[in-house]
């Protein structure tokens, strides 16, 4: 906008109408784009105006771009003014893409099938129209036309030349089998995933689900081989661990209980900061069914204990002149508590650091001196991707306690005592519920660090004569442990301690894991976590609970505390 400004100042009229056009383009959400459009109407003949001065590439793209930022609901009018039938042929398909899009983005699924029917004979074979047909598949569905969703994903599925959505519809097909109990065709439709895309980036969580639904068949042996294949093929994976403990369970199951002992001691070993490493710690020191994970007292202190040492990676250190430059500023600014500079200084440091294990160390530590604390797991996170599973036991305990910070302990301490829940696990739910982040503020407006909704807050607020409830109370951080705590400790109690429940209720509220209690199959706890509906609560419990035993293995021995007080 200022260029345009700048040139039309200059009386550089055409350079203004470039920079202004460019604007209005591509930058169509943002409120400059307005103002060039104004600035064109009041110096331009109407021919020459936006948008009908644009190319129908150009008003194309522009809803495109509308689109991408979430504003589908003015992309729409932008396209349907261009009447997409009477468009050339290159640029009728992309209208008729981006109205079909745009409808199942707005919910408006039927609209959205109508409009994407027609590429089920389209003979263009790009990536938009394979986009097209998977989102006419997901649109039947939407509409609980199985049968015709079916159709469309086996369509995209067979497709060539293949994309990444030819894998997206191999899914989808398994996700629908799977809701109608097929598990044979949903094995099928995996295995195929797992053999033509084994690039995809689910390939590895379909390769473990194969065994899972062969486990949930009692097809035990079979299952044993499945994960086996899993664990092999993508050894660097997140599923990794899950496939190995699974394999143990099912050789467990099958009777080859020697053997299953064995990997449960391998995936300890292997994967001590994972879900699966510190649940299958649990068995093997315990052998005992899956309560109160991550286990009982003496499983937390014979935690280390039993883990095989490991060769520690050094942490050294060396920056580039510009770098260090901007590493003194940013520690200058802190020292100063000039915040919000601090945290623009960083900005330009962390573009000129490399993605190392100690550089990213290095980052994470100030961002979390900065209050960043997502920040600074996503950097640490990134490192842990870049690493074999092997490599990762050489990172020293200083990498996992900047993963796994210890913050507002005083708050959490009193909180904790209150109720008589471990402060570790509270210290837990808080990471996975806001990061640390006291103002944090979810889309169903849940907030602070335990995302409490006000109207929970409210109640436990009242019920604790704590006073006149405001809902800005909840961004206090002592108010917000002690409320939260105390919701936590009241679900707890409803299910006799089981850690599994309560969590899942946290997450998805009571009413629902009640029943979810009586509806899920599950022998044990570890199948009821897997088989629970909602994937976003199945990850909650897990992520909670490695949260939960790596603060006992960080922390619990030694009563460690590194509470910077913000």
């Not at 109990?181 to 995809?200: C, S």
Request: proline letters at 5%; one cysteine or more.
């Amino acid at each position: 906008l200022l260029l345009g400004q700048g040139y039309e100042g200059l009386g550089l009229q055409e350079k203004a109408i470039i920079a202004f056009r460019t604007l209005y383009v591509q930058f169509p959400a943002s409120p400059e784009a307005n103002r060039a459009a104004a600035r064109i109407e009041a110096w331009l003949p109407p021919e020459r105006r936006f948008p009908g001065g644009l190319t129908l590439s150009e008003r194309l793209e522009r809803a495109d771009r509308l689109a991408e930022a979430a504003e589908c609901a003015r992309a729409m009018p932008e396209v349907q003014r261009l009447s997409p039938d009477s468009l050339p042929h290159d640029l009728q398909a992309r209208a008729i893409a981006r109205l079909g899009l745009c409808a199942f983005k707005l919910r408006r699924y039927s609209e959205a099938a109508a409009t994407l029917e027609r590429f089920r004979q389209a003979l263009v074979a790009d990536e938009r129209a394979a986009e097209a047909l998977y989102v006419l598949g997901a649109a039947r569905q939407r509409e609980r036309r199985m049968a015709e969703a079916e159709q469309v994903f086996l369509q995209l599925a067979a497709r060539e030349p293949a994309t990444s959505w030819n894998a997206k519809a191999l899914v989808a097909l398994g996700s629908l089998y799977e809701g109608r109990q097929d598990t044979t065709q949903a094995i099928a439709a995996y295995t195929q995933l797992t053999t033509r895309f084994p690039g995809d980036d689910r390939a590895d969580e379909m390769a473990w689900r194969i065994g899972w639904l062969r486990y949930g068949r009692q097809l035990f042996g079979a299952a044993v081989g499945d994960f086996a294949t899993a664990a092999d093929r993508f050894p660097r994976s997140m599923f990794v661990s899950n496939a190995l403990y699974w394999q143990a369970k099912a050789l467990e199951r099958s009777g080859e209980s020697a053997q299953a002992t064995a990997l449960y001691e391998r995936v300890a070993q292997a994967y001590p900061y994972t879900y699966y490493g510190i649940r299958a710690m649990e068995v093997a020191l315990a052998r005992a069914p899956l309560r109160n994970a991550p286990g009982d007292d003496s499983i937390a202190a014979n935690t280390r204990v039993h883990l095989a040492p490991a060769r520690k990676r050094t942490v050294e250190l060396t920056l580039a002149p510009a770098a260090t430059f901007h590493r003194i500023r940013v520690e200058e600014l802190l020292a100063l508590r000039f915040m919000g500079e601090a945290r623009e200084e960083l900005l330009h440091l962390a573009k000129r650091l490399g993605e190392g294990f100690p550089e990213q160390m290095f980052l994470a530590r100030l961002y979390l001196a900065l209050g960043l604390t997502s920040q600074a797991i996503r950097a640490l996170n990134a490192v842990l991707a870049s690493l074999t599973p092997s490599e990762r036991l050489d990172l020293p305990d200083a990498f996992w306690k900047l993963l796994f910070p210890q913050f507002y302990w005083e708050a959490i301490q009193d909180g904790a005592r209150l109720t008589q829940l471990d402060p570790l696990l509270v210290m837990g739910v808080i990471r996975q519920e806001s990061a640390f982040n006291p103002r944090a503020i979810s889309r169903s407006d849940a907030r602070g660090l335990m995302q409490l909704l006000p109207s929970t807050g409210q109640e436990i607020f009242q019920r604790l004569g704590l006073g006149a409830f405001r809902g800005d109370v909840l961004f206090d951080p002592r108010i917000n442990v002690r409320l939260g705590t105390h919701y936590l400790a009241r679900l707890a109690t409803a299910h006799q301690g089981n850690l599994i429940p309560t969590l899942a209720a946290y997450n998805a509220g009571p009413t629902r894991v009640k029943r979810w209690l009586q509806e899920v199959r599950f022998a044990d706890w570890d199948e009821f976590i897997e088989n629970l509906p909602f994937e976003e609560t199945r990850g909650y419990v897990k992520n909670v609970l490695r949260n939960y035993g790596v603060y006992r293995r960080l922390y619990a021995l030694g009563n460690e505390t590194t509470d910077e007080h913000r």
